[in-house]
T-cell receptor
């Protein structure tokens, strides 16, 4: 499978616990994005990497959220001290960036987080 | 700040009908526009991407048009089938930055 993969697919955690999600982008893609989607809404942008550099962060990304992309390959998104409002689907996407590239973003299956 | 609106929010049609989904955006300075399909509880599948210099794109029974000056895009689905039932999302990428701004989606149900 050469698409974007995400693990785990589902995560149930108690309020106050830390969680970490992983995203593996399409192998030749240098850009990686995280979005969050709540029920009945469109996804909202969280953060963006070009290679290993985190270039954009939304104000939605509070201090409890941190994302990394070591060596410009896979990425992790960590949420510390989870709150019930963090319950959502966390989506990862990747694209090929550069001059002349159409920049089409391809999404993974998402990680569904439930905070109890 | 870019805002994207999709109308209608939900649509139910009998099988075989041709239908149009609408997307509008407030800032015409866009790099591209993508249409996605999302099945319940799943990720997003890219259907069509239209560059800002293009007017339309076609893939099978799908045709997407873009009128950048008026801030509108439409997704036309010909001869709808029950398997087309899903949520359709429109997303815009601006000229500054690489993030996509999404509309709220149109939930489509095609009845046999």
């Amino acid at each position: 499978d050469t698409g974007v993969s995400q693990n785990p697919r589902h995560k149930i955690t108690k309020r106050g616990q830390n969680v970490t999600f992983r995203c593996d982008p399409i192998s030749e893609h240098n850009r990686l994005y995280w979005y969050r989607q709540t029920l009945g809404q469109g996804p909202e942008f969280l953060t963006y990497f070009q290679n290993e550099a985190q270039l954009e962060k939304s104000r939605l990304l509070s201090d409890r959220f941190s994302a990394e992309r070591p060596k410009g390959s896979f990425s992790t998104l960590e949420i510390q001290r989870t709150e019930q409002g963090d319950s959502a689907m966390y989506l990862c996407a990747s694209s090929l960036g550069g001059r002349g590239s159409p920049g089409e973003q391809y999404f993974g299956p998402g990680t569904r987080l439930t905070v109890t | 700040k870019q805002e994207v609106t999709q109308i209608p929010a939900a649509l139910s049609v009998p099988e075989g009908e041709n239908l149009v989904l609408n997307c509008s955006f407030t800032d015409s300075a866009i790099y591209n526009l993508q249409w996605f399909r999302q099945d319940p509880g799943k990720g997003l599948t890219s259907l069509l991407l239209i560059q800002s210099s293009q007017r339309e794109q076609t893939s099978g029974r799908l045709n997407a048009s873009l009128d950048k000056s008026s801030g509108r895009s439409t997704l036309y689905i010909a001869a709808s089938q029950p398997g087309d039932s899903a949520t359709y999302l429109c997303a815009v990428r601006g000229n500054a930055g690489n993030m996509l701004t999404f509309g709220g989606g149109t939930r489509l149900m095609v009845k046999p």
